[in-house]
Each structure stands twice: as C-alpha cells, then as structure tokens.
C-alpha cells in the first residue's frame, strides 16, 4: 500500500491503522468498514468529532495540531501523509 504514491514504512503503517481505529471508533463502525481515501465528511464526520481526533492524535503523538487539521487533510490517508512528516520533523528535532 502506498500514500501520496510512495511505499508505507512500518511507523506510518502503523499510525495510518491508528487513525482508522480511532474514526472507526467515533463513527460507531468497524474498522474494516473505514476505507482510509474516502472524505471523512462522507462518513458524517462533523466539526466535534475532528476536533476530538484531533485531540487524540495530540495526546498519543505528542504533538500540537490546528484543530482545522481533519478539514484541511479530510482522508486517512491524507492525515497520514501530513502526520507522518510531522513526526519525522520531530524525531529529527
């Protein structure tokens, strides 16, 4: 699998099955049922529900996010690709 068409290493496999775990658990649904390149909007993401994604990916990734984070990146996959990078950033810090 791939995001932003380059091969996924491990740590961003394993934070891009992050994410579907933790929408998949504020949308009610299984993750299998989470597909990481539909708009989270078409799952009924509202603005709540990103500010608290948000917010978790803060708590578990130490990081400090805009909370307009899910509506400027609205796919897993997108937030994937943005998070990755701000991890590496920090690592490098």
Do not use: C, F, N
């Amino acid at each position: 699998m791939t995001t932003e068409g380059t091969p996924m290493s491990a740590q961003t496999r394993d934070l891009r099955d992050w994410l579907v775990a933790r929408v998949a658990t504020y949308l009610r649904r299984s993750p299998q049922d989470v597909d990481p390149a539909v708009p989270l909007a078409e799952y009924g993401l509202d603005s709540l529900t990103a500010l608290a994604i948000s917010t978790d990916i803060e708590d578990e990734y130490d990081l400090v996010l805009d909370p307009a984070l899910a509506w400027d990146h609205p796919t897993i996959d997108a937030l994937t690709a943005v998070l990755t990078g701000l991890i590496e950033a920090k690592e490098r810090a």
